[in-house]
């Protein structure tokens, strides 16, 4: 099966190979966050998880990643993700 994005593979694969010889690891946050009442804008997408909780789309993409590295208690990090990013239209 070809891909239908020939140069974005490439150009995604040759930036991984470049953060990877320095140091930095493929590591993707959680795209979905616990919804809270204070600072959301009536924009954000809200849903409910199958355990009932509500989550949404965070505004901001460093708020995930922030999580991600509170809840390990990282110290120093040195991480990259290459994903689609989900902004209101």
């Known amino acids: 099966m070809r891909s239908e994005r020939p140069f974005e593979d490439v150009l995604q694969k040759r930036l991984a190979t470049i953060f990877s010889l320095h140091g930095a690891v493929d590591d993707e946050p959680p795209l979905l966050a616990p919804a809270s009442q204070q600072g959301e804008s009536s924009s954000q997408a809200r849903f409910l998880d199958r355990h009932g909780d509500l989550v949404a789309l965070p505004d901001n993409l460093v708020y995930p990643f922030a999580r991600l590295a509170a ?11 290459i994903a689609d990013v989900y902004e209101p239209m």
């Open 71 to 81: 809840r390990r208690k990282t110290e120093r990090i040195k991480r990259y993700c």
